[in-house]
């Protein structure tokens, strides 16, 4: 966990927390283009990967229901499911459901459950609760945490709910 030069800093950061506005990460968000650096074979039109690509000048507003690999770097106003990987490097507003979510530079409003792992990295946000089998946190969460197998608070690590 972080270390504090007074209780009263330490005390400021966790309500700074509570009273956090998810719209300053947006506005500050680093989106990466997902097919940076990927070429296609001569003639070929589509990834040789089955991947749901949402792109970072996207807005989805609905759910969204798959069995492949999700890549999210625009916005979902909407819960996604897959029975797959969800990478998210942009802004969900509703629930996740996927055998593992990667949040790297990542902003959350609802919550996660992975029947595996959930990694959120240093410059995420979660507002809501998190499942899993393995929970790696370095970023900031606002809600609770309950981690079946294993639950590691890295150095950048901030949490205002429970750990159960």
């Not at 749901?52 to 000048?57: C, D, E, P």
């Not at 969204?64 to 499911?81: C, D, F, L, Y």
């Not at 969900?92 to 979510?101: K, P, Y």
């Amino acid at each position: 966990m972080a270390k504090y030069e007074t209780q009263e800093a330490q005390a400021e950061v966790i309500r700074s927390l509570c009273d956090f506005d998810i719209s300053r990460v947006e506005a500050n968000l680093t989106i990466e283009d997902p097919l940076e650096g990927i070429t296609f074979a001569p003639g070929s039109e589509s990834i040789s990967m089955n991947v749901t690509v949402i792109g970072k000048s996207m807005v989805v507003d609905g759910d969204i229901s798959t069995s492949s690999p999700v890549s999210v770097r625009g916005t979902v106003n909407g819960n996604i499911k897959t029975t797959s990987d969800i990478g998210v490097n942009g802004l969900v507003n509703g629930d996740i459901t996927a055998d593992s979510i990667d949040f790297n530079h990542a902003a959350i409003r609802g919550n996660s459950v992975a029947a595996k792992e959930v990694n959120l990295s240093n410059h995420s946000v979660a507002i809501g609760d998190i499942d899993g089998g393995k929970i790696v946190i370095d970023g900031k969460v606002k809600g609770n945490v309950t981690a079946k197998d294993a639950l590691y608070f890295k150095s950048n690590a901030l949490m205002v709910g429970s750990v159960v």
